[in-house]
């Protein structure tokens, strides 16, 4: 399974040639640093994607509104996606553990 991951094989088709769960295969391969080489369309993959959020990338994610997600989610390192969830997940937030609001 982690030599077809790191080939770049999506954990939906490993995990349904072996009966597991999506959602377990895909923290399994968290927990085992398992990553393919490039991510989608070749292009590699961001290198803080699973580093937990420190106050000085949720003060940039956040608050650079004259930058658009994809040049904040590049100065991050991170993925459009997790830049976008992140600043969405956190406006819904009733606490501020950053406190940035």
Do not use: C, H
């Amino acid at each position: 399974m982690t030599a077809r991951r790191e080939s770049g094989e999506s954990i939906a088709d490993i995990a349904a040639s072996v009966g597991v769960n999506e959602s377990t295969l895909g923290k399994w391969f968290r927990e085992w640093g398992v990553r393919p080489e490039v991510g989608k369309l070749g292009r590699s993959l961001a290198p803080n994607q699973w580093q937990p959020w420190t106050r000085d990338d949720a003060v940039v994610a956040y608050t650079r509104t004259d930058l658009l997600i994809t040049e904040r989610a590049e100065m991050l390192g991170r993925s459009y996606t997790a830049v976008a969830g992140f600043v969405r997940d956190y406006r819904q937030r009733p606490a501020d553990p950053y406190g940035i609001k």
